[in-house]
């Protein structure tokens, strides 16, 4: 399977949640979790799309690490969602629009990188941008 294939089904989950942000995690080429933002339905503004998929994911592996998972999203992970995938272990973060581009299209965002988070941090994770982005700023636009 290509990035391109996980980030498609990460296109769709978007579209379920309260803002277009949906997240896939992915371990040996197989799908494992998938979420949405769900920050107005559940009045949580830590329900971002990255946190739901990494808390549903770890609380069904009964383990707080996701070491050698992949999690794809649609926009890049702030900075509260790209340190979750630090404490997680996460081992690569795959993305689609980036956080200058969420910006862009006046969507409100900290305008911190998750490489910055990740380079201030102990974990050395793998970070793939840009994959369908423009299928993923389309959705921010629709929205």
């Known amino acids: 399977m290509n990035p391109e294939y996980?980030?498609?089904?990460?296109?769709e989950?978007?579209?379920?949640g309260d803002a277009p942000y949906g997240a896939?995690?992915?371990?040996?080429?197989e799908v494992v979790a998938v979420a949405h933002n769900t920050v107005k339905g559940n009045s949580d503004p830590s329900a971002h799309a990255e946190i739901n998929?990494?808390?549903?994911?770890?609380?069904?592996?009964?383990?707080?690490?996701l070491e050698g998972y992949s999690i794809y999203t649609t926009g890049e992970?702030?900075?509260?969602?790209?340190?979750?995938?630090?404490?997680?272990?996460?081992?690569?973060?795959v993305y689609g629009a980036s956080i200058q581009d969420l910006i862009s299209v006046n969507q409100s965002q900290i305008d911190i990188t998750c490489e910055e988070v990740i380079a201030k941090s102990f974990r050395n994770?793998?970070?793939?941008?840009?994959?369908?982005?423009?299928?993923?700023l389309e959705l921010f636009n629709l929205s």
């Open 6 to 11: 996980f980030m498609q089904i990460a296109l």
């Open 13 to 16: 989950e978007a579209k379920k």
């Open 24 to 29: 896939v995690i992915v371990k040996h080429q």
């Open 53 to 65: 998929v990494i808390r549903s994911l770890t609380a069904k592996l009964k383990s707080p690490s």
């Open 77 to 93: 992970p702030c900075p509260m969602c790209a340190t979750a995938c630090v404490w997680a272990g996460i081992s690569e973060i």
């Open 125 to 136: 994770i793998k970070v793939t941008r840009g994959i369908l982005k423009h299928e993923c």
